[in-house]
């Protein structure tokens, strides 16, 4: 891998998000979708144990919102630890469940139309179920956590087919998580323990592998979302170092950022109501302009400062080319396009 590092290659446009238990706002945020008419679709995963705040919101890039839907339980149309979400051409919604080991779907209008998936390792079960795809045959690929492997199933739930296997040679996987499809079919997947991102055919088959651990240029650490651009440029949500990494086409690092959020729209509002909060925000220190006692740990630096992402769980492209960031600890979504 060598570095070529271009500064300017993406650049920050805005932030949306505001943590909030219902309504416009997410709590603890874990992926985002989109539809054709430029509507954004964010699952918030709420905390373990605390039921509130789970939902899909749905806005837009100019922050409008317009609803939300799903909740937590076990029936149809229901989740309890949302992991992913993912939309087919027809606009129906799937939302991958790591609890229930199963898909819940969704019609355009949010509506609960079936839930699929049972516990196990056999063809066709799930134990964990991660990052959601949509392929260009309306298939759904789930990447299968805890059983190390990428499954695609119909619609519907049927099971197609299968690859991957524990282990750290090429192809195999160790606690997979995110997983992204181009525009030629090939399938990346963040292969979260092993530190990296491999890509296959779109039959399975191995193709390269890029990255490895660490928190150098090019290096991950437990990376935990991938996308692909029209130009073959790679995005990785660099999970474990708090930031996001863009590779070429070959694996080539390209730029790393760690965050460049600002007030929201929806904070503003809020801050405009509630006076006494926007005034001790005012005064506090937001940027920590000395952060020498964080000791150059990623997780301390974004815990304490305000703009860099924490816990960047999802990186997605919308139909405009805009990279979306779902960073889960600050409630957000950060914005950038390309230069």
């Known amino acids: 891998m060598t570095t070529m590092q271009k500064t300017d290659f993406l650049n920050y446009s805005h932030s949306i998000g505001l943590s909030t238990m219902t309504g416009r706002g997410f709590y603890y945020p874990v992926d985002t979708a989109f539809d054709d008419e ?13 039921n509130r705040g789970l939902r899909v919101t749905i806005y837009d890039a100019d922050s409008k919102y317009y609803d939300m839907f799903g909740e937590h339980g076990e029936g149809d149309g229901q989740f309890i630890w949302p992991t992913a979400i993912a939309r087919d051409s027809a606009d129906n919604t799937y939302v991958a469940c790591e609890y229930l080991n199963r898909i819940a779907r969704f019609d355009p209008l949010g509506k609960p139309m079936s839930s699929w998936g049972t516990l196990g390792s056999a063809e066709g079960e799930l134990d964990g179920p991660s990052g959601l795809a949509v392929d260009g045959d309306d298939n759904i690929l789930v990447v299968d956590h805890h059983n190390n492997r990428v499954q695609k199933f119909t619609t519907g739930g049927q099971f197609i087919s299968s690859f991957g296997s524990a282990g750290e ?10 997983i992204a ?17 491999q890509k296959f ?14 928190r150098g240029d090019g290096q991950f650490h437990r990376p ?20 996001v990494q863009v590779l070429d086409s070959e694996g080539n690092f390209v730029q790393s950022l760690r965050g460049e959020a600002t007030d929201s729209k929806w904070a503003d509002a809020f801050l405009e109501i509630n006076i ?33 992402f924490w816990a960047p769980t999802s990186i997605k492209l919308d139909r405009e080319g805009r990279v979306l960031i779902t960073e889960s600890n600050r409630h957000r979504v950060q914005i950038y396009v390309r230069s």
């Open 38 to 50: 430029g509507k954004i679709y964010t699952v918030s995963r709420s905390l373990d144990g605390d």
């Open 169 to 178: 040679g090429d192809g195999q996987f160790n606690l997979p998580w995110g």
């Open 201 to 214: 055919t779109p039959g399975g088959e191995f193709i390269a592998s890029f990255g490895e651990s660490g």
């Open 276 to 308: 006494e909060e926007a005034a001790a925000r005012a005064k506090s220190d937001l940027a920590k302009s000395s952060i020498e006692f964080f000791n150059d740990d990623p997780h301390e630096e974004s815990s304490h400062i305000e703009k860099f």
């Open 224 to 243: 935990a979302s991938v996308t692909v651009d029209d130009d073959g440029y790679i995005y990785v949500a660099d999970w474990g170092n708090e930031r």
């Open 181 to 197: 499809i181009d525009g030629e079919g090939d399938i990346y997947v963040a292969d979260w323990r092993n530190d990296r991102i």
